[in-house]
């Protein structure tokens, strides 16, 4: 029997509007009532999952930065793994196409070097927004992730010449197929999920997962079952395909496939 659900959120939890349906929050609440934990994982920042969390009403784990920081129910810092300040300087430095934007994760601030009021949107109900840095000369001690923004197939090339240069010494992830994501090594959901799970007791086998991007892989091949989006990315798809699949986000997907799953628990 299941007895914790973990959720990504853009493109799982949250519909293409970037909110939570009121047919999600009920059903998340109605489980919560009944004892079931809910947790949330996402690459996004924690300062701006927190009004996300805030909106859905439920007290719970925040998973952000893909696993670099874990917050408590009570909003304590419970884990934080940055990248080493030597690797996260020379990411930032990395030569790249000048339309790839740079992003960096810095403590409790989202940096760029340039105004990008496009990337705003997903934004927009948390208020959550960038400062603009000189990140060249800017501390590098609390870089929690290092993010690249543009075309997909440039991306591609910075993905495979990172893992060429550092291999295990970071994780290189999409998170979208237009945003390539850089952690420290061996940070990722999946690990954070473990981690949470272990403070109470409970065995990865206990979780159902729900996610969308590359970011969400080893989240999904380490629960006791691993659930992809409908409009999940093609690359997740090839890469867990006897994994099932729900409907997509715009669709609630996630509620869909719990109120199905726990009606079948409780008979």
């Known amino acids: 029997m299941f007895k914790v659900v973990v959720s990504d959120l853009d493109g799982t939890l949250l519909n293409g509007q970037h909110q939570i349906s009121s047919r999600t929050r009920d059903t998340l609440h109605r489980l919560v009532d009944q004892g079931v934990k809910f947790v949330v994982a996402t690459g996004r920042h924690h300062v701006d999952v927190r009004s996300i969390r805030d909106a859905l009403g439920l007290d719970i784990y925040l998973i952000t930065s893909n696993g670099a920081v874990v917050h408590d129910k009570q909003d304590q810092l419970v884990y934080n793994q940055a990248l080493p300040a030597t690797v996260a300087a020379e990411l930032i430095a990395l030569e790249r196409d000048p339309s790839i934007h740079i992003n960096v994760y810095y403590g409790d601030e989202w940096l ?9 949107q997903f934004h927009h109900d948390s208020g959550f927004s960038y400062r603009l840095a000189d990140l060249a000369n800017h501390p590098k001690d609390r870089v929690n992730k290092v993010f690249y923004i543009g075309d997909h197939d440039k991306l591609l090339k910075i993905e495979a010449h990172l893992n060429q240069q550092y291999g295990d010494r970071i994780n290189v992830t999409f998170s979208l197929p237009d945003c390539l994501e850089v952690m420290h090594a061996g940070v990722h959901k999946g690990n954070a999920v473990r981690a949470v799970l272990e403070q109470h007791g409970l065995e990865m086998s ?5 996610g969308d991007g590359m970011n969400d892989f080893e989240m999904l091949s380490m629960v006791g079952r691993g659930v992809v989006m409908g409009n999940a990315h093609d690359r997740l798809k090839q890469a867990l395909p006897e994994h099932e699949q729900t409907l997509t986000s715009d669709e609630d997907g996630v509620a869909v496939y719990l109120e199905k799953l726990f009606a079948s628990q409780t008979r």
Not at 112 to 120: A, H, S
């Open 112 to 120: 760029v070097e340039e105004e990008l009021p496009w990337l705003l």
């Open 206 to 210: 206990q979780a159902v997962a729900f």
